[in-house]
């Protein structure tokens, strides 16, 4: 049984700006940032990736950056999820294959050529190759928007994703649409679904009461791998729209909470060979203490 414990960005800008994790010789210093993370925890989600494809060059940077045992569990590009994606998010020579249209054009997966879409898949598995090769490639992540439900089309588009991973990459789901899990039948159906994908159950704790959040589902779809993410518990900061999208997860757990959230991943933990555990609650240093509360919390069984 092993349990890691990370956060889901080391370069946040509020993070950065509040001043109160790196030291001040590091504020200009990118890999003396990463490093400086790494000795402290052994896991981090890259979040970039949701938002561009990842370089390869950037990738290779981080594997070097970072102990032989560290682990990244990437975002996939936000075109693969179903999500709306912004022309500009494209690779430059990609966009100049469609016909002309402002970069703040929003466009869907479905939208594009085939032929697009594939060569935009290709380019994100090359880009983890300096992961892979290194060991440090945990789980590439999927978090899929609340319009992804639980009918043909949407377990189509989970399909496509998880297919396109190739033998030795493992799947993350996380699903935002409550329908996926109300209920008992429901929820057996979304488990028995995943794991016949192969793909691993993202357990998610999030704020309940809105159209876009799940309840969390302590179960794991797949052996080696459980994937829990701790998005904070701010429900009237969900779905604001503030000028850092780390805002939305303001959130602190307290003593109490983590004790209880220790509790439950150790027990998740005790059915699987690995567990990852993300804190999303990125706002300033808020991901760094509560990484560090719930890594005590684990500590003090």
């Known amino acids: 049984m092993s349990i890691r414990v990370g956060t889901a960005s080391w370069t ?13 010789a590091l504020r200009d210093d990118a890999a003396g940032r990463l490093r400086y993370y790494a000795a402290r925890f052994p896991l981090a989600e890259i979040d970039a990736s949701y938002y561009a494809l990842p ?22 590009f936000r075109l693969f999820t179903g999500h709306q994606t912004p022309l500009r998010a494209l690779d430059p020579d990609l966009r100049r294959e469609l016909p002309p249209a402002d970069p703040d054009t929003v466009v869907y997966a479905d939208q594009l050529p085939a032929e697009i879409r594939e060569e935009t898949w290709r380019r994100f ?26 009918d043909r089309r949407g ?23 409550a329908g996926w899990y109300e209920g008992a039948a429901a929820r057996a159906s979304t488990l028995d679904f995943l794991r016949g994908l192969g793909a691993a159950h993202t357990v998610v704790d999030a704020p309940q009461g809105h159209d876009n959040t799940v309840p969390a589902v302590w179960q794991a779809t797949r052996d080696d791998l459980a994937v829990v993410r701790l998005h904070g518990r701010n429900t ?66």
């Open 236 to 301: 009237e900061a969900w779905n604001s729209r503030g000028a850092a999208s780390s805002s939305r997860f303001q959130y602190e757990y307290t003593p109490e909470e983590l004790a209880e959230l220790a509790r439950q991943v150790r027990e998740l933990a005790r059915r699987v060979r690995e567990t990852h555990v993300v804190l999303n609650t990125n706002f300033e240093d808020q991901g760094m203490r509560n990484a560090q509360g719930l890594i005590a919390a684990l500590q003090a069984r």
């Open 155 to 177: 377990m189509l588009r989970i399909q496509d994703c998880v297919a396109h991973m190739e033998e030795d990459l493992v799947a993350a789901v996380e699903l935002r649409h």
């Open 12 to 24: 946040d800008r509020t993070l950065l700006a509040c001043g109160r994790f790196y030291p001040p």
């Open 55 to 76: 370089d390869p060059r950037q990738a290779q940077a981080w594997a070097e950056r970072t102990p032989a045992d560290f682990v990244f569990n990437i975002k996939a």
């Open 125 to 150: 598995l090359i880009a983890l190759d300096p992961l892979r090769m290194s060991g440090k490639l945990g789980a590439v992540h999927f978090q899929f928007p609340p319009w992804i439900r639980p």
